[in-house]
């Protein structure tokens, strides 16, 4: 296993497509429920136990091999608005580009022959982490960081918020991220069934919105 390879997949700067999505924030600033860092802490803190859990259970399992044919349906049955789907496929895509650039692999380019259309990101994030060598919890960890560090970015983009105030917003919320990353991955060495199901309805609701704007910083 290479830390630095975990570093490498969980950078920010990984071309993988998430500096386009803000998570939601954009809708929920625009609504005015996200107007400081106050605010973005428990947006973020939101986001990280619902699908920020789901997410992260979805890539342990295909770190860990099971099928991701089983894990694309298990995928979209937690993934009710269809905005949010197609947005998961789209970055899937896109790091599925970067992903098999990085650690070129049968594992991923049978992922890729499967799923031409694209899969769920974090189901080729998995099999990305499988391919460099790491861990069904490494792959957690990258999930939970970028479902809360993808929205305080977007915040500092949309606000002009403090950056400093938003990367302290990411420290207080660590203890948090590696809590929710070790149950995701506990739930994933289960099998795909006990795999986590937690909603936010309301992101769903905005997501649906914000797919109708006609100008738009953000693709979801």
Known sequence: MSRAA?????????????HAHSGGVEPAVREGRIRDAQDLEHFCRGRLHTTGLTSAALAAAAALGHD???????AD??????????????????MMRAARAAWPGPELDALAAAFPRGTHQPIVLGTAARAAGLGADDAAHCVVYETVSGPAT???????????????????LAPEMDAVAERATGAAREGVDALPAASAPLLDITAEQHATWPVRLFAS
């Open 68 to 74: 991701p044919a089983e894990l694309d349906h298990a």
């Open 6 to 18: 975990l570093l490498v997949l969980a950078d920010g700067r990984f071309p993988a497509g998430g």
């Open 154 to 172: 977007a915040a500092v983009r949309l606000l002009s918020l403090d950056p400093f105030q938003a990367t302290a917003v990411l420290a207080r």
């Open 77 to 94: 049955a937690r993934t009710p608005s269809p905005a949010l789907r197609a947005a998961a496929r789209k970055l899937g895509r896109q």
